[in-house]
């Protein structure tokens, strides 16, 4: 059995102490446009993202391109562009580098890592989340709420700071803490779009939970995890252990085996990005090949890079 950051067992159904934060409205913010004219970033004729203007305009995230410039004629819609997000972000993550050497960014504009020993060293949750909120906002170069959210896993972390954020956005400058074991209660409150909108799970099935009576969390929770399952296949079984503020993949616990690590020290050093971006490319080919061969899929991966004077970089 593995052991936590404590010593103490962890499972799948121990559900990680996790801290997650959010720069608001991230396609929006990486495309650098000024907060006072109306910007929505579209994908596939949807709206992924507005800034604060338009959404305040009757712009929401969902809308098809013609509905959005009918509550909205003067937007500026723009295509949504996850290079230049990343690109964006990167300075904020290094930033929390100083923080907790090890980041997983879930999505440009959002990030999480186990709160546990961070929260220890900073003295608690609360002070934890505002060294976070100040360290973010130094690095960020255009007006967007920052949002913490601290729970039990991931799921409940990411609405927590996505309450957070909309928070800050409407003048309250707090963080949402949600106190350990109460991930379930936190969570019975929000509908079961969250589950499309934040846990990754489609949302045609959310739609039919929708028809079907289950319009909350707390709803789906409270049904057998076998009754939806047998409705739903897999994806109704995720839905079920989300709602009930678990995590659908256990945390990372140990480093993976040796023959699961790939590798690569150039002579000399490189000196720039499109080169390490090709060997990483490489790397990864390999790793995926050594993966297959045991008919096994990543669910996660880390990639370090270590520069000549010593300092390593883990994402």
């Keep these: 059995m593995a052991g936590g950051s404590d010593g103490g067992p962890v499972g799948l159904d121990a559900p990680t102490r996790t801290v997650v934060v959010t720069c608001a409205d991230w396609p929006a913010v990486a495309h650098e446009r000024p907060p006072d004219r109306p910007v929505v970033v579209m994908f596939a004729n949807r709206v992924v993202a507005t800034n604060p203007l338009a959404r305040y305009l009757g712009v929401d995230a969902g809308m098809r391109r013609r509905e959005a410039q009918r509550h909205c004629p003067d937007a500026e819609l723009l295509d949504r562009d996850p290079d230049r997000e990343a690109r964006a972000f990167e300075p904020v993550v290094g930033a929390l580098d100083n923080v907790t050497p090890r980041i997983e960014i879930t999505e440009p504009g959002t990030c999480l890592f186990p709160s546990r020993g961070p929260s220890r060293y900073f003295g608690g949750d609360a002070a934890l989340a505002e060294r976070l909120t100040a360290t973010v906002r130094g690095q960020l170069t255009m007006p967007t709420a920052v949002g913490v959210g601290i729970a039990d896993g991931a799921f409940a972390s990411t609405l927590a700071s996505r309450r957070s954020a909309r928070s800050e956005e409407c003048g309250h400058d707090v963080s949402v803490i949600v106190p350990p074991g109460e991930s379930p209660q936190f969570l019975a409150g929000f509908g079961v779009g969250a589950l499309s909108e934040s846990g990754g799970l489609a949302p045609e099935m959310v739609e039919v939970l929708v028809r079907l009576g289950l319009a909350t ?24 252990r989300l709602a009930s503020g678990l995590d659908l993949r256990p945390p990372r616990l140990a480093d ?32 995926h090949e050594r993966l297959g061969s045991r008919g096994l899929v990543a669910v996660a991966i880390l990639i370090e890079a270590s520069t000549t004077e010593g300092h390593v970089v883990e994402r």
């Design 256 to 287: 993976p085996p040796p023959d699961l690590d790939v590798s690569y020290e150039p002579d000399p050093p490189l000196d720039r990005a499109d080169q390490a971006a090709f060997i990483a490319k490489t790397l990864a080919d390999d790793l």
């Design 217 to 240: 969390l707390g709803s789906l929770a409270a049904m057998k995890a076998a009754d939806l399952v047998a409705r739903f296949g897999i994806e109704g079984g995720a839905a079920h």
